[in-house]
């Protein structure tokens, strides 16, 4: 809509932080929507008085908002913080209640919750994964397309008196990756990067020092596809200033054996 152009700022999260903090100071929003990574590393530079913006609501979506990063941006913004279910292929799926609660927004939507072998799991039971089908997309129907989240269905009622069906979510838990110079790069950004490399079917970059990186890779052509990636993580950590070493692993990319949950990024342990 024209009239709302002047309204509306966008920001590449990939974009540098100081960059990002010019422009939200240079807007002013009232409101703020990212991920919650991206949105994490700004807490320190609202406190700090670095940007000194005050919205009436922030809401996050993409991935999983952990309570802690809930408070935190409450306390820093001084605002409500609610977060939202949403895919590429479904749009926004559900929208989170003052429950915490995701209430499916089921007249666009129809979403399974399924077992390893797409079979139904009771209500009240973790599913392996998702089947969306989006009932509004007459150009190019999705019919129970496969979602590798984990969720939840509720039973009963749910206490804000929202009457739609409703779920929890366990959503990604991919990390935020600090390096030796206290740089932090937010996982979306370097995920964005590696889904765009031709031929990459899966990929998992774990970091295993505070200046090295590895990249576990399932592809048509390994190698081709690592010189395609590496590039690109390298042009973009410099744009940083970030300098860290990029290497091929031999392993392929792997879900947590304790979680069972698949991350891409894994930040260095300990």
């Keep these: 809509m024209p009239w709302k152009k002047n309204k509306l700022k966008t920001c590449d999260v990939r974009n540098p932080a100081l960059s990002i903090i010019e422009t ?12 919650p990574t991206a949105l994490e ?6 406190e700090a008085g670095n940007l000194h ?14 309570e802690d990063v809930r408070k935190r941006l409450s306390h820093a913004f001084g605002c409500y913080v609610q977060t939202n279910y949403s895919c590429t292929e479904g749009g926004i799926v559900a929208c989170e209640c003052t429950e915490h609660h995701f209430h499916i927004n089921d007249d666009w939507v129809i979403l399974e919750a399924v077992d390893e072998n797409n079979r139904p799991v009771p209500l009240g039971t973790q599913s392996s994964k998702v089947l969306l089908t989006n009932l509004a997309n007459k150009i190019c129907p999705i019919i129970r397309f496969e979602i ?10 749910c206490p804000c008196g929202n009457s739609k ?3 929890t979510l366990e ?20 995920y964005a990067i590696l889904k765009e490399v ?12 505070y200046n090295r990186l590895e990249l576990r890779l399932i592809a048509d052509d ?22 860290a070493e990029l290497l091929l692993s031999e392993k392929i990319p792997e879900a947590s054996p304790i979680s069972g949950k698949y991350k891409h990024i894994i930040a260095k342990q300990g």
Excluded: C
């Design 41 to 46: 590393l700004l807490v320190p530079e609202q």
């Design 222 to 243: 390994r190698q081709a596809a690592f010189a395609q990636a590496r590039q690109a993580l390298k042009n973009y950590l410099n744009q940083n200033g970030v300098s």
């Design 171 to 190: 959503g990604r838990t991919d990390d935020i990756l600090t390096f030796e110079n206290g740089i932090k790069i937010p996982p979306l950004s370097l």
């Design 198 to 209: 031709h031929g990459i079917r899966r990929f998992q970059l774990v970091q295993t020092a």
């Design 148 to 157: 590798t989240d984990r969720i939840v269905m509720g039973s009963g009622s």
């Design 165 to 167: 069906p409703w779920l």
């Design 53 to 66: 913006v005050h919205p009436a609501i922030i809401m996050t979506g993409g991935e999983y908002l952990s």
């Design 24 to 35: 939200l100071n240079e807007f002013q929003p009232a409101m703020i929507g990212s991920y």
